[in-house]
Nanobody
Framework: QAQLVESGGGLVQPGGSLRLSCVAS????????MGWYRQAPGKQRELVSY???????NYADSVKGRFTISRDNAKNTVWLQMNSLKPEDTAVYYC????????????WGQGTQVTVSS
């Protein structure tokens, strides 16, 4: 089993920045995709961004040009740099990965709250 622990959420004013971090630990053999989802009140969980072990990246249209995802494969860590934050970015952000730990599975973090408000 793998465990994911997020950090870095908080309250920020519109136009501000936050950096989320997520570390995967446990009996990990290999990790494929690592990414971030978010869920706002009353809405479905949606993909924000993911990055493959080879470095291929995908972003939701709503965050392109403002958010940057990166990862360190050796440290099983993924980051999400969020700039030019908007009130509509307010949500609980969840880290997600898939991989072998030691059998194949998909894993989720507990979530970290991001609130963008003046």
């Amino acid at each position: 089993q793998a465990q994911l622990v997020e950090s870095g959420g908080g309250l920020v004013q519109p136009g501000g920045s936050l950096r989320l971090s997520c570390v995967a630990s446990g009996n990990i053999f290999s990790i494929g995709h690592m990414g971030w989802y978010r869920q706002a009140p009353g809405k479905q969980r949606e993909l924000v961004s993911y990055i493959t072990s080879g470095g291929n990246i995908n972003y939701a249209d709503s965050v392109k040009g403002r958010f940057t995802i990166s990862r360190d494969n050796a440290k099983n860590t993924v980051w999400l740099q969020m700039n030019s934050l908007k009130p509509e970015d307010t949500a609980v952000y969840y880290c997600n990965c898939d991989g072998f730990a030691p059998t194949y599975g998909e894993y989720w973090g507990q979530g970290t709250q991001v609130t963008v408000s003046s």
